[in-house]
């Protein structure tokens, strides 16, 4: 039910109900989400993945978005550095969460994994314009919502939701390629070989040599007394 309201708040405004006080609210109180205003709210960015942060506990309105825009156009307002502030101390966040991953994978898969830069990786010229138009095309859909072309809107989320997936499949396979490069530098076990063969025993020296003839000669003569003459003794 809070999800449904706060989307109905959003394409239709909060004072949807007449409420004085959503009526007299501004872009820039306190109890509006700025970053919303700016274009990305983390709490619509993570939302069904491992780092979801709920919702916003603060107000979303195209509305007040519209407003802010005007306010910035004209130099009143900006909070562009607020946008990257956040985004800076998300990225921190997830380069902590990646760390606590690898540690769990093993030795060598850790030691390729670790050496790979997720940003470095992905960060190519394709999936830059891919990320534009991304941006781009999520700038329209607000458009429909204002101007309520209902119809524009949901086709340009289709063609968002196919930009998200083809951008997902290219860092997918740049991230495989550069973890399987980084992974075959590591230096590889030796093949399994047979054992050696044993080393000869050292041939015995002279006073030994005499010795062990010595017993066997003795062997043999006991070998060869007569089973009555043992008897008699």
Request: hydrophobic share 35%; glycine share 4%.
């Amino acid at each position: 039910m809070d999800a449904m309201r706060k989307q109905l708040d959003v394409l239709m405004g909060a004072n949807r109900n007449g409420d004085v006080r959503e009526v007299n609210r501004k872009y820039y109180d306190r109890d509006v989400c700025r970053m919303y205003l700016v274009g990305l709210c983390p709490h619509e960015l993570f939302q069904l993945t491992k780092m979801d942060m709920g919702p916003c506990p603060k107000a979303h309105s195209l509305q007040l978005r519209k407003e802010y825009e005007e306010a910035r156009a004209k130099g009143v307002d900006s909070y562009d550095r607020e946008l990257e502030d956040v985004i800076d101390r998300l990225i921190v966040e997830c380069d902590k969460k990646i760390g606590r991953a690898l540690k769990r994978l093993d030795d060598d898969d850790a030691k390729a994994a670790i050496a790979i830069s997720v940003t470095e990786v992905t960060q190519t010229e394709e999936l830059n314009e891919l990320s534009k138009q991304i941006k781009e095309k999520l700038k329209d859909v607000d458009k429909y919502d204002l101007e309520g072309k209902t119809d524009f809107k949901i086709q340009t989320l289709e063609e968002v939701e196919k930009l998200r997936t083809e951008r997902a499949e290219k860092q997918s396979a740049l991230l495989l390629e550069a973890f399987n490069k980084d992974r075959a530098s590591l230096p590889q076990p030796l093949p399994n070989l047979p054992p050696p063969p044993p080393l000869p025993a050292p041939a015995p020296d002279a006073r030994t040599q005499e010795m062990i003839n010595e017993k066997l000669k003795k062997a043999e003569d006991l070998g060869n007394i007569p089973v009555t003459q043992n008897c008699l003794h």
